[in-house]
């Protein structure tokens, strides 16, 4: 078991936590799965709204996203995009978990726990990690009605501005009850995956922790979690800096002879793999995203050429390699939530040893997992049988 230090020093194991290949597979294979179907649905949306496939693939290639401010985006289009997004949400909250629960396993002294049995303890649990911010959303749901409930009594003439008035307190400590919940809704996102991973918690334990650590230790919850974030992301940008100098090297190598044949492939693969974000994005983040491909050396990500054929074995080797580009993306990306999940899981251990002065590690075992089956030969020998075939006692 590892031994912890029950502070802010815990955290920084999140960036070695996370560099493991079972959990970068995991979380590649879940950022791959969610991609596909946030895809595929904002392509129908897009096509439901009558435009072009064609000028969605050549706007935004495989991550298409709809702009706020497009008022020829009906009302049903919005309705898949957002089911495209509550997808995504839905396997990476999943993935999550079932990182989360490899890291606590490991943190535990399990070093071998396997893949297969956390995403088929993420999938058991799911309801948890899911339903927990659905139920917050329900509760502040419930206050909206009351305060629709309260216009409309607003709406009475003459009685109507009395009754706001004199429910006006009730309103705004209603309303500061909304931001507290909406609060803890995002915690119960970010916070949520880990706490069912350490403590198998079902929906309402779930939902305790992540008050109880926002009640008893906010300043700590908001520190500790800045500080994965901020991990997360100096692994991900290191490790996109090394997979961009060995692609430099591989080049380098593979066209000592291919020559310029391979430059043009790789200009037909860069076509393929484009991102770019959305016009309405703040142009801070737009300049700090340049700035990072620039960094990485790739700033035909954002801005890649047109596309020349060349010939049938040209154009599928440009095809290959543009999606090779996007596996080693989805690996760059899921080295960084790795480390996101495994220090969130630290987060919360470290919480609950300060609020409860429990030690998470030390959880017993799940009783089914303890508790072997009995045959049905042995049960049949423990159940009790009638009189006439019990055996005669003695005088």
Known sequence: MTKLHWNYRDVFRALRLGFSAKKVWMMSLGLLFGFAGYSILTYVAYAVAGTDVLTVWQTFRLLPFPSPFDYAFPWYSWLIFAAAVAWF????????????????EQLRGDEFYESKEAFRFAFKNSSAVLASPLLILAFVALIV??????????????????????LAVVGFVASLFIVYLLVVFVYSLLLGPSVVGATRSDTFDTLFEVFSCVNEQPARLLWYTALVAFLAKVGSFLLGLAASAASRIGYAITGTFMGGKLADVMNNAAYYFKLSAPDWCPQFLQQTFIAEMHAYGLPQVYLPGDYLPLGWSMDAAALLLGVVF?????????YGLAVW??????????????????????LPEDDEELIEPVPNEELKDLAPKPASEQPAKDD
């Open 89 to 104: 949400l839905c396997v990476l909250l999943i993935t999550g978990t079932a990182v989360s629960k490899v890291a606590y």
């Open 341 to 362: 999940f495994s220090g969130m899981t630290l987060n919360f251990a470290v919480l609950a040893y300060k609020k409860d002065e429990k030690n998470v590690l030390e």
């Open 145 to 166: 009605v009351g305060g629709l409930v309260l216009s409309l009594l607003g709406a009475i003439p003459l009685a109507g501005e009395i009754i706001v008035g004199l």
């Open 326 to 334: 996007y596996l080693v993306a989805l690996m760059v990306v899921g």
